[in-house]
């Protein structure tokens, strides 16, 4: 929370008075430069989940459970810090005698919710971690982020919102887009076609995530949410991972390494340098910092991996990101 502080002009006539030292000034402003870098550091990390789940020793749905286990401990620490400055700050803003505000009830519905809410999360993960085995990690990445075609029919049929029919136009062009990208660029190979579908499941099952859980974060505080979620989604996916035989420990150091590098990196470091970075920044201008996480994958596939993309892959890829935002600008101004 910051506070603004104003100073007086001194009388005519009157002597200036001595300036006093400040042992603390107050920190320079960010520049624009400083917090673009940071959404690309963002974009780095969170594109190399699908490196980690490719060299883990365990399955990638075991990878995808311990990546959300490992954020719950950071969530909650941070929704206790959130809570002790909020109490810290009431309590200099409250009247003499006033009781501390209480923090809201999970009611037996929102139970619901977030479970359900986790299950969707855990699909999300559990599919988009297996698609990087059989596709590439810049169709993985680029797949799972068409959410703003999947949101607007899904909010229509939901709850009645109407879809704003300027946003056909992205969407038809998305569609040619996966024409040329999924059709044309794999030439029906059925292991990549398998990985492409995957990975188009991802987008549809967070943005039932999305949808799910936008009302929890009104009620609720988002960090407290989002471990529970976080708790949820790691519990289910341990459970796919037992029914589909993956193993669930590593056996070796190098094993746990890639683990906790996963979550610092994907879960952590680049979910918390987008959330920190995005507030000072244009929505659109984030929006397209956002769009570079498929290029930023195929960077690393083709090193680490070898995987190549031909000119019809690229093509369709260029016309997706177009197309994405495209719709993102149109929603973004609708709201």
């Known amino acids: 929370m910051t506070t603004s502080t104003t100073s007086t002009a001194p009388e ?12 603390s000034p107050p920190p320079r402003p960010r520049s624009q430069a400083h917090y ?26 075991a990878t995808g459970a311990y990546r959300s286990l490992f954020a719950v401990p950071l969530l909650l620490g941070m929704s206790v810090a959130l809570s002790r400055n909020a109490g810290r700050t009431a309590k200099g803003g409250r009247a003499a005698g006033e009781a501390p505000a209480k923090q809201a009830r999970v009611t037996p519905r929102d139970r619901f919710l977030i479970v359900l809410g986790g299950l969707f999360l855990a699909a999300d993960l559990c599919l988009w971690n297996i698609s990087f085995l059989y596709t590439s990690l810049a169709e993985a990445n680029l797949l799972a982020n068409l959410v703003p075609f999947i949101i607007a029919p899904l909010l229509f049929f939901l709850f009645g919102d109407r879809i704003p029919w300027k946003l056909l136009f992205p969407a038809l062009l998305a569609l040619g887009g996966l024409y040329i990208l999924v059709i044309l660029g794999t030439g029906l190979d059925p292991r990549h076609l398998r990985g492409d579908v995957l990975a188009l ?25 989002m471990a529970t ?3 949820a989604c790691a519990a ?5 991972a037992a029914i589909l035989g993956e ?3 590593p056996t070796t150091a190098k094993g746990w390494l890639v683990l906790i590098a996963l979550a610092a990196t994907s879960q952590v470091l680049g979910q918390t340098l987008m959330a920190h970075a995005v507030k000072f920044l244009r929505l659109q201008l984030a929006a397209v910092y956002v769009l570079l996480q498929p290029v930023a994958a195929a960077a690393y596939g083709f090193v680490l991996f070898g995987q190549q993309l031909s000119w019809i892959q690229l093509s369709g890829i260029a016309i997706l990101l177009i197309s994405i935002f495209w719709a993102k600008n149109l929603l973004e101004g609708r709201s």
Do not use: H, N
Request: include cysteine.
């Open 201 to 225: 499941m991802t987008a549809v099952f967070y943005a039932l995530f999305l949808v799910v859980t936008k009302g929890l974060r009104e009620r609720y505080e988002a960090t407290r949410i």
């Open 236 to 240: 289910a996916c341990f459970v796919v």
């Open 12 to 23: 005519p006539g009157a002597a200036p008075e001595p300036a006093a030292p400040d042992p």
């Open 247 to 249: 193993s669930l420990w």
């Open 36 to 61: 673009q870098g940071m959404v690309l550091l963002a974009v780095c990390c969170l594109a190399l989940g699908g490196v980690f789940v490719r060299i883990s020793e365990i399955g990638p749905v």
């Open 229 to 231: 979620l976080s708790l």
